[in-house]
């Protein structure tokens, strides 16, 4: 049977997902993921820091991903190890600004002189395809859980220290939640979607065994409302308008029901 794939699963079933909040005490928010057999934790720390002299009235934050040796066997090499994190580590930092999921103005303490700075860490504990869809979510439910300190700065007095009142915490406010849908594509087999050539087979959510084999791979970012937030595709498989459309169609539906973990 052409649609069922090598754990049983049909072309469209993604695996199951948990999400758990709180689950690092000495971080400011965090969350684990877990997507079938793939685990992702993040941690999120909050630090002070002066404006840029080019956006004073910002603040910012900065992902980063690792993908250990441990999590698979894959990654203990160090150079495929480096690769991935990195590659990861940019593909989150580009959904989450250019989504504007955290506005930088909303990190601002005090203009010129202080802002927040959102350091948020990642790691993969096990591997089995598709870390990037569990890496979102877990990013996302450590924001939601994220708690940050007031902060007085005497606005008469550049030389005096902020006063902080680490008993009071406010949660941050969140823009949009870009919520990815990844898809593998092999050529060559029979099957389709969406009108797309008989020998080309879509599927959801691929293992790692599946990434492996895949012509391509590629992911539709949408949010509970509907709205598209990107698009970013991988390998030499093209990807035909009517698949993109049809895709689109159910990541939209797939992040009304993702946004209801979080």
């Given at each position: 049977?052409q649609?069922?794939?090598p ?15 709180g689950?690092?005490?000495t971080a ?5 993921a ?6 992702v934790?993040c ?8 404006p840029?002299?080019?956006?004073p009235r ?9 993908m ?7 990654f203990?090499?160090?150079d ?5 994190s990195?590659?990861l580590?940019?593909q989150?930092q580009r959904?989450?600004v250019g989504?504007?999921?955290?506005s930088?103005?909303a ?5 010129g002189k202080?802002?927040?700075?959102l350091?948020?860490d990642?790691?993969?504990?096990s ?7 569990a890496?979102?979510l877990v990013?996302?439910?450590a924001?939601?859980s994220?708690?940050l300190?007031r ?9 005096a220290?902020p006063?902080?009142t680490?008993d009071?915490r ?7 939640l ?18 797309a050539?008989?020998r080309?087979v879509?599927f ?11 012509n391509?791979?590629f ?14 595709k991988?390998g030499?498989?093209e990807l035909?308008k009517?698949?993109t459309?049809t895709c ?15």
């Amino acid at each position: 049977n052409q649609s069922v794939r090598p754990d049983g699963r049909g072309l469209f079933k993604s695996r199951k997902t948990t999400l758990s909040v709180g689950v690092v005490s000495t971080a400011d928010g965090s969350a684990l993921a877990r997507l079938g057999d793939t685990s992702v934790m993040c941690g999120v720390k909050a630090e002070l820091a002066r404006p840029t002299l080019t956006a004073p009235r910002e603040g910012w934050l900065v992902c980063n991903v690792e993908m250990p040796g441990m999590c698979s066997a894959q990654f203990r090499e160090r150079d495929n190890s480096m690769r991935a994190s990195s590659s990861l580590s940019s593909q989150l930092q580009r959904l989450l600004v250019g989504s504007n999921v955290v506005s930088p103005a909303a990190l601002l303490v005090a203009e010129g002189k202080l802002a927040w700075v959102l350091h948020v860490d990642v790691w993969c504990l096990s591997y089995d395809g598709n870390v990037l869809d569990a890496a979102v979510l877990v990013v996302l439910a450590a924001l939601k859980s994220l708690r940050l300190r007031r902060v007085e700065v005497a606005e008469d007095d550049e030389a005096a220290k902020p006063q902080v009142t680490s008993d009071d915490r406010v949660a941050l406010s969140l823009g949009a939640l870009p919520i990815p849908t990844s898809f593998g594509m092999v050529e060559g087999a029979p099957g389709g979607v969406g009108g797309a050539a008989a020998r080309t087979v879509v599927f959801v959510d691929p293992s790692s065994e599946e990434e492996e084999l895949v012509n391509a791979n590629f992911y539709i970012a949408a949010d509970a409302e509907g709205r598209l937030h990107g698009i970013s595709k991988a390998g030499d498989a093209e990807l035909s308008k009517n698949v993109t459309i049809t895709c689109a169609e159910m990541a939209r539906a797939r992040a009304k029901k993702r946004k209801q973990l979080i």
